[in-house]
T-cell receptor, first 115, second 112 residues
Framework: GAVVSQHPSRVICKSGTSVKIECRSL??????MFWYRQFPKKSLMLMAT?????????EQGVEKDKFLINHASLTLSTLTVTSAHPEDSSFYIC???????????FGPGTRLTVT | QKEVEQDPGPLSVPEGAIVSLNCTYS??????FMWYRQYSRKGPELLMY????GNKEDGRFTAQVDKSSKYISLFIRDSQPSDSATYLC????????????FGQGTELSVKP
């Protein structure tokens, strides 16, 4: 099956710094990538949808200036959490899909802890 | 009211039991219905997918969709300790760019 990787798997950063998370589709071209946030024992909340070469579409309530998303190629999307604060600590998961298919392939997630 | 409601559990069953997991939803426009399995600290993996109403079977897993009742189910037969995970239902409308709406997830524990 299709494989999606995320890097790093875990990151701890100090409050006020920025953190970049990478999402890669390893064996297919992802025309669309999705970024989710998941709190403990909670559902996945969609943060934004990005299409290769276009600006990301953010869900209501998600600050686009705080969560910068770039989808520069068909195999790579990045999420940058700018000026991170402890309330940004969470599990961030990306997924990728190809045009015309319903299926999203999920990455293993990145656990962000802001101290 | 949330678009998709799912009992978070936790649900604990003995090995070999039949497990029934359920979700209800409010938006009649949903056409694609999925079940994902998520192990602790991992990303979700797709288990079953159903388009519109009906049943689908894959090994020990059966997915059912009742659009008239806005109710979907996942049945696991002969449950195994390795089935212990969180099960998330997810739904999607047509022409929404693949946007999935997830339920809260049900935490399942299968005891040997």
């Amino acid at each position: 099956g299709a494989v999606v990787s995320q890097h790093p798997s875990r990151v701890i950063c100090k409050s006020g710094t920025s953190v970049k998370i990478e999402c890669r589709s390893l064996d297919f071209q992802a025309t669309t990538m999705f970024w989710y946030r998941q709190f403990p024992k909670k559902s996945l909340m969609l943060m934004a949808t990005s299409n290769e070469g276009s600006k990301a579409t953010y869900e209501q309530g998600v600050e686009k200036d705080k969560f910068l998303i770039n989808h520069a190629s068909l195999t790579l999307s990045t999420l940058t959490v700018t000026s991170a604060h402890p309330e940004d600590s969470s599990f961030y998961i990306c997924s990728a899909s190809t045009t015309g298919t319903y299926e999203q392939y999920f990455g293993p997630g990145t656990r962000l802890t802001v101290t | 009211q949330k678009e998709v409601e799912q009992d978070p559990g936790p649900l604990s069953v003995p090995e070999g039991a039949i497990v029934s997991l359920n979700c209800t939803y409010s938006n009649s426009a949903f056409q694609y219905f999925m079940w994902y399995r998520q192990y602790s600290r991992k990303g979700p993996e797709l288990l079953m997918y159903t388009y519109s109403s009906g049943n689908k079977e894959d090994g020990r897993f059966t997915a059912q969709v009742d659009k008239s009742s806005k109710y979907i189910s996942l049945f696991i037969r002969d449950s195994q300790p390795s089935d212990s995970a969180t099960y998330l239902c997810a739904m999607m409308r047509e022409n929404q760019g693949g946007k999935l709406i997830f339920g809260q997830g049900t935490e399942l524990s299968v005891k040997p």
